[in-house]
T-cell receptor, first 112, second 114 residues
Framework: LAKTTQPISMDSYEGQEVNITCSHN???????ITWYQQFPSQGPRFIIQ???TKVTNEVASLFIPADRKSSTLSLPRVSLSDTAVYYC?????????????FGSGTRLSIRP | DARVTQTPRHKVTEMGQEVTMRCQPI?????VFWYRQTMMQGLELLAY????????DSGMPKDRFSAEMPDATLATLKIQPSEPRDSAVYFC????????????FGPGTRLTVL
């Protein structure tokens, strides 16, 4: 199972673009990269998932270099409501033996 | 707007008592997960089911925890006997794919064992 490493915390300001990078040096060929967001007193919420290159949806973009040993979650023009913990997960889409590890996540704080 | 529901939302009990937490997954989802979250350990996977069959419960203390899916609309997590160290928020999540497909989390059950 690929271990992930993320910054413990990040700070930014409203209107800025925020990039959170996750390292996963041991990523396997069949592994996907998934990001979740968690607000206080709520369960995590799926943000985005990708395998390689770039994926974009209505809330974020995910950049994955060719070697796939890292990935970057990009949040465009953040607002105060983006203050949350962000988790990077790596794993096989359909492995019954896979053990999900959310890790400590990155605590993002957005200031006015 | 389909959601995972969990009951109870809060539970305070005394050490030694049995605790049962319930989860209703989103209709049509065939994979159900139970997680525990604490400040010290973060979010830990306890067990997951596919098509109601347990696939992995290696994260669960076997001597006191048990997880079941009596039917497709109900998943239960039981602790007997409960201990203060079991105090945590317990989340249920459901999805259509395996562990690394999109998971939809419930609001959680906050358990306090005195």
């Amino acid at each position: 199972l690929a271990k992930t490493t993320q910054p413990i915390s990040m700070d930014s300001y409203e209107g800025q673009e925020v990039n959170i990078t996750c390292s996963h040096n041991n990523i396997a060929t069949n592994d996907y990269i998934t990001w979740y967001q968690q607000f206080p007193s709520q369960g995590p919420r799926f943000i985005i998932q990708g395998y390689k290159t770039k994926v974009t949806n209505e809330v974020a973009s995910l950049f994955i270099p060719a070697d796939r040993k890292s990935s970057t979650l990009s949040l465009p023009r953040v607002s105060l409501s983006d203050t949350a913990v962000y988790y990077c997960l790596v794993g096989d889409m359909d492995s019954s033996a896979s053990k999900i590890i959310f890790g400590s996540g990155t605590r993002l704080s957005i200031r006015p | 707007d389909a959601r995972v529901t969990q009951t109870p939302r809060h539970k305070v009990t005394e050490m030694g008592q049995e605790v049962t937490m319930r989860c209703q997954p989103i209709l049509g989802h065939n994979t159900v997960f139970w997680y525990r979250q604490t400040m010290m350990q973060g979010l830990e996977l306890l067990a997951y089911f596919r098509n109601r069959a347990p696939l992995d419960d290696s994260g669960m203390p076997k001597d006191r925890f048990s997880a079941e899916m009596p039917d497709a609309t109900l998943a239960t997590l039981k602790i007997q006997p409960s201990e203060p160290r079991d105090s945590a928020v317990y989340f249920c999540a459901s999805g259509r794919m395996g562990p690394n497909g999109e998971q939809f989390f419930g609001p959680g059950t906050r358990l306090t064992v005195l």
